[in-house]
């Protein structure tokens, strides 16, 4: 079973970047899906964006098209979220989830899940 731990959240000014990184352990990702939800205090948990097993098809929320950008490393068994132009609505517990194959922005098809990380953006 793949186990997933994020990292590099943190509290932002508005309009700066945060890198979050989500790496994968005890199996490979090669064959995963992966994709990033959020999720602020008294809101459901919400798709921001997705990445294909092989990295060709990415997918983003209309919130954050344009403003994000997913990529996947194999070699390091990471997958990324470049965050720019951040808003204080970004501000939420941000996490990466896994399915084997196809992506999807339903988070009830990811069985796989990391424990999140804080991304707060305020002045």
């Known amino acids: 079973q793949v186990e997933l731990v994020e990292s590099g959240g943190g509290l932002v000014h508005p309009g700066e970047s945060l890198r979050l990184s989500c790496v994968a352990s005890?199996?490979?990702?090669?064959?995963?899906?992966m994709a990033w939800f959020r999720q602020s205090p008294g809101n459901e948990r919400e798709f921001v964006s997705s990445?294909?097993?092989?990295?060709?098809?990415?997918k983003y929320a209309d919130s954050v098209e344009g403003r994000f950008t997913i990529s996947r490393d194999s070699a390091l068994n990471t997958v990324y979220l470049q965050m720019d132009s951040l808003k204080p609505e970004d501000t939420a517990v941000y996490y990466c989830?896994?399915?084997?194959?196809?992506?999807?922005?339903?988070?009830?098809?990811?069985?796989?899940w990391g424990q999140g990380t804080q991304v707060t953006v305020s002045s």
């Open positions: 989830a896994a399915r084997a194959f196809s992506a999807s922005s339903d988070s009830d098809q990811y069985p796989i």
């Open positions: 005890r199996r490979a990702l090669s064959t995963y899906a």
């Open positions: 990445i294909s097993w092989n990295g060709g098809v990415n």
